[in-house]
């Protein structure tokens, strides 16, 4: 059975930082691209950043820019996402997803982690 698992999801303040990371069994990952999403309430599932294959590729939507870094080592944990300067606005469930190599959408999920950032 395939699975992702996210951790490192919790409270913090506005200006703090947190580390997502991103476990997986099932198969391995080494030749997927690998992205975070988030859900915030009442919201749609919004994408936040993808590391290609590689690692040479990032893609960071335009609110995190500056302020969240993705990478990966597929020896260990296939993914992590940095998270700095983290505002209000960043609070949400935030989904870590792999897409094979061949297509465009995202094919497997875990189940999500909240991160909570206060004023």
């Known amino acids: 059975q395939v699975q992702l698992v996210e951790s490192g999801g919790g409270l913090v303040q506005a200006g703090g930082s947190l580390r997502l990371s991103c476990a997986a069994s099932g198969r391995t990952f080494s030749s997927y691209t690998m992205g975070w999403f988030r859900q915030a309430p009442g919201k749609e599932r919004e994408f936040v950043a993808s590391i290609s294959a590689s690692g040479g590729t990032r893609v960071y939507a335009d609110s995190v820019k500056g302020r969240f870094n993705i990478s990966r080592d597929n020896a260990k944990i296939p993914q992590a996402l940095q998270m700095n300067g983290l505002k209000p606005e960043d609070t949400a469930v935030y989904y870590c997803?792999?897409?094979?190599?061949?297509?465009?959408?995202?094919?497997?999920w875990g189940q999500g982690t909240q991160v909570t950032v206060s004023s």
């Open positions: 997803a792999a897409r094979d190599p061949w297509a465009s959408d995202f094919r497997f």
